[in-house]
């Protein structure tokens, strides 16, 4: 046998193997997430806010955590949004090769990699300086600042990967920079500015640490952007950490429907990038 079929006999090996172990790791924590959490999963437990004695075991649900993480990414992603994409926008078209891009993808590179508790630390930080408490508004902006490098980089690189004929087609027609960024760029890369947006919102309603010092926790649901907010991640932590099985029971339902939103979300980012890649330029 040649020396380039061993090597991709090798690499196809290799590539099996790492296929199989993320497969079977997902497999796994769902197989075990459904098990422990389906039998205690209800409708009152998704219709209901926690009552007396909730955390005894008692009688009561999770919806302030459902409402509560939906504020909170959703806030989050939008305005990471409003932020994130005129970044990518001026990467992609006005600055798309030049010292300033290249620092600002190193820094939204750099963003990506640091820990949520830090993000967390910072906004509790960034809190105390404005006279805040821990609400609705702070975890948004903490989760916005998370969120950001994420979807600004995944737009970044979907809009690099638009031919280049297409702008320049639009500029020697009498566009403006920004006439084409709105009317080419965003039309013909926005399967994949949905994709980064979702992808986002699914890193920002799966995250505990940050939220945990500028969103706080209630039992209520979420009555203003200066109130505490209740989230799905902090009630499975808050729930394990119980000595009662009945509540630990409970926090695996938790990690159930919030596993479920996630899967939603993915499936939905897939349908949507389907569907609007028929608005692309032909």
């Given amino acids: ?43 009152a437990m998704l219709t209901q806010t926690p009552k007396g004695g909730y955390y005894l075991g008692k009688e009561g649900g999770i919806l302030n955590a459902i409402v509560g993480s939906i504020y909170l990414a959703g806030g989050g992603t939008l305005l990471a949004l409003l932020l994130g994409l005129p970044i990518a926008l001026y990467l992609g078209v006005y600055s798309r090769k030049s010292r300033i ?10 963003l990506w990699g640091v820990p949520s508790i830090v993000y967390g630390a910072f906004g509790f930080i960034l809190m105390l300086a404005m006279g805040m408490r821990a609400s609705l508004l702070g975890g948004i902006i903490t989760l916005a600042l998370l969120e950001l ?31 084409t960024a709105i009317h080419v760029v965003i039309r013909q890369t926005l399967p994949g500015i949905i994709t980064a947006i979702l992808l986002a919102f699914g890193r920002g309603i799966g995250d505990a640490a940050s939220v945990l010092f500028t969103a706080g926790y209630t039992d209520r649901l979420p009555s203003g952007l200066l109130r505490p907010v209740a989230s799905l991640p902090l009630a499975v932590f808050f729930q394990l950490g119980t000595p009662f099985p009945e509540v630990q029971q409970r926090a695996y339902s938790a990690a159930l429907v919030l596993t479920f939103i996630v899967l939603i979300i993915s499936l939905g980012s897939r349908w949507l990038s389907s569907r609007l890649s028929r608005f692309a330029l032909k």
């Fill in 101 to 110: 891009s290249d620092w600002v993808r190193l820094s939204l590179d750099v």
């Fill in 149 to 179: 490098p994420i979807m600004t980089r995944a737009m970044d690189e979907v809009i690099r990967m638009m031919p280049r004929d297409l702008e320049q087609a639009s500029l020697a027609l009498g566009a403006t920079r920004m006439e």
């Fill in 1 to 43: 046998m040649k020396r380039r079929q061993v090597e991709e006999a090798i690499f196809k090996f290799i590539m099996v193997c790492s296929f199989l172990l993320v497969a079977s790791s997902l497999g796994l924590i769902l197989f075990t997430v459904i098990v422990k959490g389906l039998p205690s999963l209800n409708w």
